[in-house]
């Protein structure tokens, strides 16, 4: 059994799951009257994963492609791309930016098979800036009901239209709400270290979040992004390539999570020519690839704690494991497999009910074939090294069934 926490195996133990949780675990013997019971045969028991940065419904490398998506194909295409999450072993995930209440209901259900959904509904920002999908030579906004891309972004300016915009977003059942604070790579107007939404938005949307009860997230590479991000009360940095230990440092004294995300930028550089990506989006790519590796050097040096994001877009989100071993050139197996449940869970403000192993927790479980501390490469090839998966007590996957 893998303790995430600790970054150790416990030889020996037996598990009981009733319902949706774990009820009970010990290192002797457990004697039930009527229990199915599944000798795991020296495999490695462990929590489900746990992938804080998503896009289940932005299921085209070329965004624009989306733009002729009509939000029935869009669904059908997101509970694909949610059944190959689930088959990889990523029990919960946290969408930021296109995912709704209706998906989030319908895997609660397993009306779709798919991980656990938290979701933020749209990504706001403002006009022009990383989430405004229109082209320039758009005078108006397009109609939504046949545009997928424009069903997963939103702009609002001013802090009026910013309270607006999250209020809706609450109004939508969503779990935290995505902020657009510098600009993007896979948008083509806005420079990488643009600076969007004011200081006073910026604010506004964190003030209407915690209202709620609900936490704000911003997409931010740049030092300044962070910064100002930081000092309005965000709770999560997506990305982050490029922070500098004085940001660090800022992030680390308000208590800060950054949610990195290496793993996009990689095959993104890799399949540039096949998805059409522009030499100015190319440049930004490379830019964030460049401080990649050092962004977790940065955060492991201040303390910071770094989720497991990958932020993959459509065909390229069969890539979704390959960050275990692109993070592996800084961290060690244990601290990688903890970004990616108990740093994971604490990110979705769930801790003590995923991300680990004890009573009360939820039963989202993986059986591995073999060591995944030894062997980061357990935990990819689609989920083949997986044995069972279980979400919320119940089954997946079982190869181990008598």
């Known amino acids: 059994m893998l303790v995430p926490e600790t970054g150790e195996l416990r030889d020996g133990h037996e598990l009981v799951v009733e319902g949706d949780t774990i009820r009970e675990i010990s290192a002797r013997p457990i004697k039930l009257a009527t229990a199915n019971v599944i000798d795991c045969g020296g495999r490695t028991l462990m929590p489900g994963l746990i992938d804080s940065h998503v896009h289940v419904v932005l299921s085209e490398v070329s965004l624009r492609n989306l733009e002729s998506v009509p939000l029935t194909l869009m669904t059908a295409r997101a509970a694909d791309l949610m059944r190959g999450m689930l088959d990889r072993g990523f029990t919960s995930v946290r969408d930021t930016g296109g995912a709704d209440w209706g998906l989030k209901e319908a895997t609660d259900k397993w009306l779709l098979p798919g991980p656990r959904l938290f979701i933020a509904g749209r990504a706001i920002g403002p006009t022009g800036g990383h989430s405004d999908s229109r082209r320039r030579t758009d005078l108006g906004m397009r109609c939504q009901c046949c545009n997928a891309l424009s069903f997963s972004m939103g702009i609002a300016d001013g802090v009026s239209e910013v309270r607006r915009a999250v209020r809706e977003e609450m109004r939508q059942g969503c779990d935290q709400v995505k902020i657009m604070m510098?600009?993007?790579?896979?948008?083509?107007?806005?420079?990488?270290?643009?600076?969007?939404?004011?200081?006073?938005?910026?604010?506004?949307?964190?003030?209407?979040?915690?209202?709620?009860?609900?936490?704000?997230?911003?997409?931010?590479?740049?030092?300044?992004?962070?910064?100002?991000?930081?000092?309005?009360?965000?709770?999560?940095?997506?990305?982050?390539?490029?922070?500098?230990?004085?940001?660090?440092?800022?992030?680390?004294?308000?208590?800060?999570?950054?949610?990195?995300?290496?793993?996009?930028?990689?095959?993104?550089?890799?399949?540039?020519?096949?998805?059409?990506?522009?030499?100015?989006?190319?440049?930004?790519?490379?830019?964030?690839?460049?401080g990649a590796l050092k962004s977790l050097e940065i955060c492991k040096r201040h303390g910071i704690p770094v989720a497991y994001g990958t932020d993959l877009l459509g065909q390229l989100q069969m890539a979704q494991s390959e960050e275990f071993t692109l993070r592996a050139q800084v961290l060690s197996p244990a601290e990688i497999i903890r970004s990616a449940t108990t740093i994971g869970a604490e990110v979705v403000r769930m801790a003590d009910k995923l991300g680990c192993l004890k009573p009360g927790a939820f039963a989202d479980l993986l059986v591995v074939d073999g060591n995944p501390l030894n062997d980061l490469t357990l935990l990819q090839g689609q989920g083949r090294h997986l044995s069972v998966i279980m979400k919320g007590g119940r089954f997946h996957k079982n190869r181990l069934q008598s």
Do not use: W
Request: hydrophobic share 45%.
């Open 182 to 290: 510098s600009g993007g790579v896979a948008s083509p107007y806005d420079p990488l270290d643009s600076l969007q939404f004011s200081a006073d938005e910026v604010a506004a949307a964190v003030q209407e979040a915690h209202a709620f009860g609900r936490y704000v997230c911003a997409h931010a590479y740049t030092p300044q992004a962070i910064t100002r991000a930081a000092n309005a009360g965000v709770r999560t940095i997506e990305h982050g390539n490029l922070i500098d230990d004085a940001s660090a440092r800022l992030m680390a004294d308000k208590g800060m999570f950054l949610v990195a995300n290496l793993v996009t930028y990689f095959e993104m550089k890799k399949h540039a020519a096949e998805y059409g990506m522009n030499s100015d989006m190319l440049a930004k790519n490379n830019l964030v690839i460049e």
